[in-house]
């Protein structure tokens, strides 16, 4: 498996590209357009001796942090901080870890039996807070992954634990800027955090300080979740996409008047990123209709031929992989995050670079501004 990627990169945190001449500074693109493979590293943070599979990436704005799980558990972190003749530092900190979870300020990571979280801005030689947590057994039907730890969560900022009543029976958990998604074993939806954006799905923008159910997703099941800075997704166990929350770039895939102004003063050429979504019958207003807030989840159409099968979030764009091992992105592309040069689009678009290069996308996590694909051979997919 290979990792891919592309967007907003003022710290390095896609990629560093050295100068010819000797002394001076490593140059780091601030916009990847194109899909560029993350390097691989050894344990010292060089390109040099045994290289490590990733195995997984998380990331905050202005870092990425790589989990090799292939040995016994260490995580690499590129980004803002990071020495700039090397684009991964090793953490020593994190030998034997098991997960990761990056925020801008704290590395989480969790250890058989603790969850430590590290101030990557004030670097010291113990963790700014740790909790021992109960081990679980390497059968458990549900394992959990960060931020969730048995009988909680873990927040990107003090104070880091935060408790969850034992009837939510938490599968997994999405953080947004401020707003939560959370779901259960049972395949049922709770939001909770601030709403004024619509984010939490209620049909209006008040806030919530308890989890609460998103009543139109009652009944259906669904399988993952996730968070932008102020929108949610989900998806149903189907493979359907359900989106909600703020729309001002796009990134709900629904039609955005913002985006469209700011296409039309820039000169963009409207077709390339939003269209209307079907010609109008005779008899029909053609004027379009734009969605700022959508407050409660509506259903998205990606593409008839096959299903999702996970999803990820930006602050402001959305990338989803399909059962077929195509990329889909939309919203906000200032920074080549979609994949799309530096268009924005409010429609869903398929990455093509992969395909062009007869690879499968088997993962998207995104960034702030950035995402990352996990990708294999086409021939291996079909193996």
């Known amino acids: 498996m290979r990792w891919f990627g592309f967007g907003f990169n003022a710290f390095g945190q896609i990629c560093i590209h050295e100068k010819i001449i000797k002394g001076t500074d490593a140059v780091k693109e601030i916009k990847v357009i194109n899909p560029t493979e993350l390097g691989h590293v050894d344990r010292s943070g060089s390109r040099q001796g045994i290289c490590m599979q990733t195995s997984a990436v998380r990331a905050s704005w202005s870092r990425r942090a790589s989990l090799h799980l292939d040995g016994e558990g260490c995580v690499c972190l590129a980004g803002f901080g990071a020495v700039t003749s090397k684009e991964c530092i090793f953490m020593a900190e994190s030998r034997g870890c098991k997960d990761a979870f990056i925020s801008e300020s704290y590395l989480t990571l969790s250890f058989p039996g603790r969850v430590e979280s590290w101030d990557l801005e004030n670097k010291k030689e113990t963790p700014a807070w740790s909790m021992e947590i109960k081990t679980q057994p390497e059968s458990s039907d549900m394992p959990l992954n960060l931020p969730l730890v048995p009988g909680g969560y873990i927040a990107t900022k003090p104070p880091f634990y935060q408790s969850l009543s034992p009837h939510l029976k938490a599968k997994s958990l999405a953080l947004g800027a401020e707003h939560a998604v959370l779901l259960s074993a049972t395949g049922a939806v709770y939001t909770w955090g601030l709403g004024s954006h619509g984010q939490l799905g209620h049909g209006g923008?008040?806030?919530?300080?308890?989890?609460?159910?998103?009543?139109?997703?009652?009944?259906?099941?669904?399988?993952?979740?996730?968070?932008?800075?102020?929108?949610?997704?989900?998806?149903?166990?189907?493979?359907?996409?359900?989106?909600?929350?703020?729309?001002?770039?796009?990134?709900?895939?629904?039609?955005?008047?913002?985006?469209?102004?700011?296409?039309?003063?820039?000169?963009?050429?409207?077709?390339?990123?939003?269209?209307?979504?079907?010609?109008?019958?005779?008899?029909?207003?053609?004027?379009?209709?734009?969605?700022?807030?959508?407050?409660?989840?509506?259903?998205?159409?990606?593409?008839?031929?096959?299903?999702?099968?996970?999803?990820?979030?930006?602050?402001?764009?959305?990338?989803?992989?399909?059962?077929?091992g195509d990329l889909y992105t939309w919203g906000w592309g200032e920074y080549g995050q979609l994949g799309h040069q530096t268009l924005s689009s409010d429609e869903p678009q398929q990455v093509e670079f992969f395909r062009e290069q007869q690879m499968c996308v088997v993962n998207v996590v995104c960034g702030a501004w950035n995402t990352f694909a996990a990708v294999v051979k086409e021939e291996v997919a079909n193996a």
């Open 205 to 324: 923008l008040t806030s919530e300080e308890q989890p609460r159910a998103v009543e139109a997703l009652w009944g259906m099941a669904m399988s993952c979740v996730a968070t932008g800075g102020w929108h949610s997704v989900c998806i149903s166990d189907g493979g359907d996409l359900y989106v909600w929350g703020w729309n001002e770039s796009g990134q709900l895939g629904l039609p955005s008047q913002a985006l469209r102004k700011a296409q039309q003063q820039s000169g963009q050429q409207a077709d390339v990123s939003t269209s209307p979504r079907e010609n109008p019958q005779e008899g029909e207003d053609d004027k379009e209709v734009f969605i700022s807030i959508q407050a409660f989840p509506a259903l998205l159409d990606i593409t008839p031929s096959c299903e999702i099968k996970t999803v990820s979030c930006g602050s402001r764009h959305t990338a989803v992989v399909t059962t077929t």
